[in-house]
């Protein structure tokens, strides 16, 4: 089992930044990729960006440039910076670890931009 705890969502402006964190416990040995994904209200959830054990990263189209995902091993921490962001980032963030047998997320942190 991993247990995934997200912090860092709130209210900014457009053009302002948040960075979110992602805490990750128990089977920590057993994730490959972590990733960050977003619902926005009456959308699909959709891949924001992931990092792989390897540190390889990949980013959906409407983000790259702004944002920025990174990790820190000692702390079983993903973060994801986000700079310039739009009221259309507007959504809930879940934090995902993929291991071979599963994916598990995180409850959620809502990220609201406004114009």
């Known amino acids: 089992q991993v247990q995934l705890v997200e912090s860092g969502g709130g209210l900014v402006q457009a053009g302002g930044s948040l960075r979110l964190s992602c805490a990750a416990s128990?089977?920590?040995?057993?994730?490959?990729?972590m990733g960050w994904y977003r619902q926005a209200p009456g959308k699909q959830r959709e891949l924001v960006a992931q990092?792989?054990?390897?540190?390889?990263?990949n980013y959906a189209d409407s983000v790259k440039g702004r944002f920025t995902i990174s990790r820190d091993g000692a702390k079983n921490t993903v973060y994801l910076q986000m700079n310039s962001l739009k009221p259309e980032d507007t959504a809930v963030y879940y934090c995902?670890?993929?291991?071979?047998?599963?994916?598990?997320w995180g409850q959620g942190t809502q990220v609201t931009v406004s114009s």
């Open positions: 995902s670890a993929l291991t071979i047998r599963t994916r598990y």
């Open positions: 128990g089977s920590i040995f057993s994730i490959n990729v």
């Open positions: 990092i792989t054990n390897g540190g390889t990263t």
